[in-house]
């Protein structure tokens, strides 16, 4: 029987944790989150002893090793003398200190960078905000005259408040005693590496699909000013159907998109697409793959400026369709959140402890036509319209 690679053995990890997220399962995400960071652990250390060895610089680069800023450094100094102490639990609880805003920075780094949807959306640090307010509308017509109600109506709805507490993500890490020996700079690598990626996983599954409630709402849910939400959870839009990507069609949806809260308009340059990625190759692409000529093939071709980016959290047969920038994700490490905190929820042996931490955030779409849900069951395959012109030749011309 092959062994399986590194990678193969992150990847089905990955997928096990989105999995849980979208479970809902308390005790499925802690299991799958310890599970992950294990692995990120085991990495870490393996490259640690290979540097050690070696002084491979490409090792440095390729985990992410960065030089720490002198309060990255103490923190990190502090936590390690803390966990390596007689009572840990009492050690860590002492800590009255939260991840410096650089090490959330970093994160928010790390996550856009190997995730293509997270990369695209408006990604906030809010770490020192408990509320944002935010326009809701992009630019507004600027009015010159005395500010009178018909001012204050043209205004109105357009600025909107998030509370960026009201969702909670707990993160699990498992620190061995090897794991403390190592340093600030690696300890800070494994803690960026098992957050990034964990923190990312659980925000694209809620910014495509969240319900609302303890989550960000997704892009697929109604946040019309007049929706009905039940126990915090924000109902589903329902799916528009579309069948091929010709200029009408998907004109016609994306037109829909044009239209501002306000009633006014808006331009639009670029839009995203988001498909489950079995769906993606066996509707998407061949809806939007053509044959030049020469017999070459170009893929991912539409009639209008298109970002595709393929996620498991989307439902299959559908899609989303919409503005990037008009989904904001504020995330960071709350007023109380971002400590790393000893945890007693699973017993290890007395060389590995669990801690965990909690980061605060909040996230939703601008305005209800920023995104609209589709029903791409009947997707219809690219096929090349050839259109002949008879001539019909007069005895002279023959």
């Known amino acids: ?77 502090v936590f390690i003398n803390a966990a390596t102490s007689s009572n840990p639990k009492q050690s860590i609880a002492d800590i009255d200190v939260a991840f410096p805003e650089t090490i959330i920075d970093n994160i928010l780094d790390d996550i856009t960078t190997s995730h293509p949807l997270l990369d695209q959306i408006t990604f906030t640090n809010t770490t020192i905000l408990t509320k944002m307010l935010v326009n809701k509308q992009g630019s507004q017509l600027a009015a010159w005259g005395a500010l009178n109600s ?62 609302g409630k303890d989550e960000p709402i997704g892009m697929d849910r109604s946040v019309a000013d007049d929706v009905t939400v039940t126990g915090g ?38 839009v995203l697409l988001v498909v489950n990625p ?43 369709v919409g503005i990037a920038n008009k989904y904001f994700m504020g995330l960071g490490s709350g007023e109380r959140g971002g400590k790393i905190e000893y945890s007693d929820e699973f017993k290890f042996l007395d060389d590995e402890r669990v801690y965990l931490t909690r980061m605060y955030g909040n996230g939703r779409a601008l305005d209800d036509n920023a995104f609209i849900l589709l029903d791409i069951s009947n997707i219809e395959p690219a096929t090349l319209q050839v259109s002949v012109n008879n001539v019909v030749k007069t005895k002279e011309q023959a």
């Open 278 to 320: 079995s769906d993606y190759f066996t509707k998407i692409f061949p809806a939007t793959t053509v044959r030049a000529a020469d017999g070459t093939y170009s893929h991912d071709v539409f009639p209008f400026p298109t970002t595709v980016i393929q996620s498991p959290a989307v439902a299959a047969n559908e899609a989303v």
């Open 1 to 77: 029987m092959a062994m399986k690679s590194k990678d193969l053995i992150q990847q089905e990890l990955k997928q096990n944790l989105a999995d849980a997220f979208k479970s809902e399962d308390p005790d499925a995400i802690t299991q799958a989150f310890t599970n992950f960071a294990e692995t990120v652990q085991q990495n870490v250390l393996e490259e640690y002893n290979t540097y050690q060895k070696t002084q491979d610089s490409n090792i440095l680069a390729k985990r992410g090793i960065h030089q720490l800023t002198s309060q990255e450094e103490k923190y990190y100094q």
């Open 150 to 211: 018909a001012i204050t109506k043209e205004l109105e709805g357009a600025i909107g408040k998030i509370d960026l507490t009201i969702c909670k993500l707990t993160a699990y890490m498992p620190i061995s005693k090897d794991m403390l020996n190592v340093g600030p700079t690696w300890i800070d690598a494994y803690v960026r590496g098992t957050l990034s990626e964990a923190i990312a996983l659980a925000l694209e599954t809620a910014i495509i699909d969240g319900t």
């Open 233 to 270: 959870v924000y109902p589903k839009k329902t799916a528009k159907v579309l069948t091929a990507f010709d200029p009408v069609s998907y004109g016609a949806i994306l037109g829909q998109l044009s239209k501002a809260p306000n009633g006014k308009t808006r331009p639009i340059t670029n």
